[in-house]
């Protein structure tokens, strides 16, 4: 079966529903008992976390977790991790940058980043590998596409550690230079064959190079972006860059005369009602403060558009919502921002948006049908992040996690798999329970009906949508008819007629009318035959009119109580009603009723 997405409406979750029970009860598992298990290799005692799980509505399953040494608390008093906890989130802040840009009208994603930020052309063109900002525009920085450095400055984000199994780097917090080192008890570079540099190199740059140094200026992120030679030329391959985003930051604060805090606090965090989320370090009870180093009382400064927030699982759940719902941006732009730039130079299924992490992943479900899973992960020294959207299911996940970076990957393999498995499932009941069974022409005002027009529907435990069993137009096998026409082959059991659902929906006043399309499908070689272009598939669903209509549209109408009713085939000019004897009365009316001829 080709793999393909959405191939359910989102499912209507609720924490009322019973249904919901036995995910939660899987969840709470994942974390009582193989979370916290003997195969788990980070330690419990210096790690907490904090995890939501939310529809487009609510906050639909949570977990708190308090490790049992935690930091130096020095204004307060630990507190107890629960939804209001302030962690920081590291480059997550990216995604605020990216929906603060969307949002400010003053800014076209195809400009070049100097027509905000001209100073970034002084001293272009000294070095043959120097950058050309006029040919870097703004969406380029937003996707990771700039083939600029990673970092506008050399700090102290990366040292040599000792470890039981040897000499090792240690990983995180991307902004790094490994000649700047924070450990008291450093291993020395120059054992490991790096060349001796002085500490007052001139490359080492003004700013952040020790934990007591002075946060970087606007002008410390643009001097060192001159600077710097390129990566890759523009929009060639995506590689990740912080200093892209901190130009980002000082271009939104250039166009609207503020504060980058203050812009992400006026356009998203009030409208939002996100009370708990901040660039200024909060109150340490406030916060959960893990052992060891840590970046609790780190001030990014000019560097806060890549990676500054401290946020909560409860007013991340809100952020998650507001984009799988498009509160603060309209529809069509948030599709397009979901939407990945370029793929990944490892990955396979992997990609990069604005500034999305994204994988299509096909071992998620049963049949293997790919899921598309946006995320965006980040890291700071002591802390580690992810929100991950899935946005056919309609949820967003939250895990933040103080200590033991490894932790965070446990969490996100274990949970994902427990969660899009099941909710694959829970749409697919729902799907069955509403739209499974038999369509029929009923008599019109005019009499009985001259010839019989019918559907029969299924939705199977594996495969996508909903299955066309048969297809009766006017005494016709029109499933074979459609078959046909599509090119497909003259045996049926070699191919699949589907519906896919559009996702558009209408309230019609006395229920919902939604939309579907149909679409033909090969089933897999039965000689069990492979090539290389099996993965090379494309769906069309609306390549077929007549008379001005689509043939491969459905119309499903449901009434008040959220059952389906009826089918309005707009190509054949026909409604066919759910079950036999269906009155007339079921929420049409008149005027929708479309009656044989």
């Given at each position: 079966m080709t793999a393909f997405g959405f191939p359910f409406?989102?499912?209507?979750?609720?924490?009322?529903?019973?249904?919901?029970?036995?995910?939660?009860?899987?969840?709470?598992?994942?974390?009582?008992?193989?979370?916290?298990?003997?195969?788990?290799?980070?330690?419990?005692?210096?790690?907490?976390?904090?995890?939501?799980?939310?529809?487009?509505?609510?906050?639909?399953?949570?977990?708190?977790?308090?490790?049992?040494?935690?930091?130096?608390?020095?204004?307060?008093?630990?507190?107890?991790?629960?939804?209001?906890?302030?962690?920081?989130?590291?480059?997550?802040?990216?995604?605020?940058?990216?929906?603060?840009?969307?949002?400010?009208?003053?800014i076209d994603l195809e400009d070049p980043i100097t027509k905000y930020l001209p100073t970034l052309r002084d001293g272009s063109g000294k070095d043959k590998w120097a950058v050309d900002f006029d040919q870097i525009t703004i969406r380029s920085l937003a996707s990771q596409l700039s083939g600029i450095a990673r970092e506008s400055r050399f700090n102290y984000q990366c040292r040599f550690h000792r470890q039981d199994e040897g000499l090792r780097f240690l990983p995180l917090a991307g902004q790094s230079d490994l000649s700047q080192d924070r450990n008291e008890m450093p291993e020395d570079p120059l054992k490991n064959g790096f060349p001796p540099i002085a500490a007052d190199d001139e490359h080492l740059g003004p700013c952040q190079k020790t934990p007591n140094d002075r946060p970087c200026?606007?002008?410390?992120?643009?001097?060192?972006?001159?600077?710097?030679?390129?990566?890759?030329?523009?929009?060639?391959?995506?590689?990740?860059?912080?200093?892209?985003?901190s130009l980002l930051g000082l271009a939104l604060e250039n166009v609207t005369g503020q504060s980058f805090e203050d812009i992400i606090a006026s356009s998203i965090l009030k409208p939002l009602g996100m009370h708990n989320t901040s660039f200024s370090k909060p109150s340490d009870s406030d916060g959960i403060i893990p052992y060891g180093f840590n970046d609790w009382r780190t001030d990014l400064g000019a560097d806060n558009p890549t990676g500054g927030i401290y946020c909560t699982t409860n007013d991340f759940s809100k952020y998650l919502r507001s984009i799988l719902?498009?509160?603060?941006?309209?529809?069509?732009?948030?599709?397009?921002?979901?939407?990945?730039?370029?793929?990944?130079?490892?990955?396979v299924m992997s990609a990069t948006g604005m500034p999305w992490e994204m994988l299509h992943s096909t071992k998620l479900t049963k049949d293997g049908r790919g899921v598309d899973v946006i995320t965006k992960s980040g890291g700071l020294w002591g802390y580690s992040s992810l929100i991950v959207l899935l946005p056919e299911f309609g949820l967003g996940l939250t895990i933040l996690v103080a200590g033991d970076h490894r932790a965070l990957g446990e969490l996100t393999v274990r949970l994902t798999g427990t969660i899009v498995p099941a909710i694959e499932d829970?749409?697919?009941?729902?799907?069955?329970?509403?739209?499974?069974?038999?369509?029929?022409?009923?008599?019109?005002?005019?009499?009985?009906?001259?010839?019989?027009s019918s559907l029969l529907l299924a939705v199977d435990d594996v495969?996508?949508?909903?299955?066309?069993?048969?297809?009766?137009?006017?005494?016709?096998?029109?499933?074979?008819?459609y078959g046909h026409l599509k090119g497909m082959p003259e045996d049926h059991d070699a191919w699949e007629a589907r519906l896919i659902p559009?996702?558009?929906?209408?309230?019609?006043?006395?229920?919902?009318?939604?939309?579907?399309?149909?679409?033909?499908?090969?089933?897999?070689?039965?000689?069990?035959?492979s090539s290389v272009w099996d993965d090379f598939c494309f769906t069309d669903v609306d390549s077929l009119s007549y008379g001005g209509f689509s043939i491969e549209e459905f119309r499903f109408v449901r009434g008040r109580n959220g059952g389906v009713e009826s089918?309005?085939?707009?190509?054949?000019?026909?409604?066919?009603f759910k079950g036999e004897g269906v009155s007339q009365n079921s929420g049409l009316g008149k005027q929708g009723l479309i009656v044989q001829d």
């Open positions: 409406p989102p499912p209507r979750l609720a924490k009322s529903n019973p249904s919901l029970n036995t995910l939660t009860a899987k969840l709470d598992a994942v974390i009582s008992s193989d979370f916290r298990g003997e195969d788990s290799y980070w330690s419990e005692n210096t790690t907490s976390f904090a995890v939501q799980l939310t529809s487009t509505n609510e906050t639909l399953w949570s977990s708190y977790f308090t490790a049992k040494i935690l930091g130096e608390y020095r204004d307060s008093r630990s507190t107890a991790v629960t939804g209001d906890t302030m962690f920081r989130a590291a480059s997550i802040t990216k995604t605020f940058t990216v929906l603060a840009l969307l949002l400010e009208k003053r200026t606007g002008s410390d992120v643009i001097g060192r972006a001159r600077n710097r030679s390129m990566v890759f030329y523009p929009n060639y391959r995506s590689t990740y860059s912080n200093v892209a985003y719902s498009s509160n603060l941006l309209p529809r069509a732009v948030t599709n397009a921002w979901l939407k990945p730039h370029s793929w990944s130079m490892s990955g829970f749409a697919r009941k729902e799907t069955r329970r509403a739209f499974t069974g038999s369509f029929v022409a009923i008599a019109g005002e005019n009499g009985l009906l001259s010839t019989h495969g996508p949508g909903i299955r066309i069993v048969t297809w009766i137009s006017r005494d016709v096998d029109f499933l074979k008819v559009s996702n558009l929906e209408h309230d019609n006043g006395s229920g919902r009318e939604e939309i579907w399309r149909a679409t033909a499908m090969r089933k897999p070689n039965a000689n069990g035959k089918v309005v085939l707009s190509g054949l000019r026909t409604t066919l």
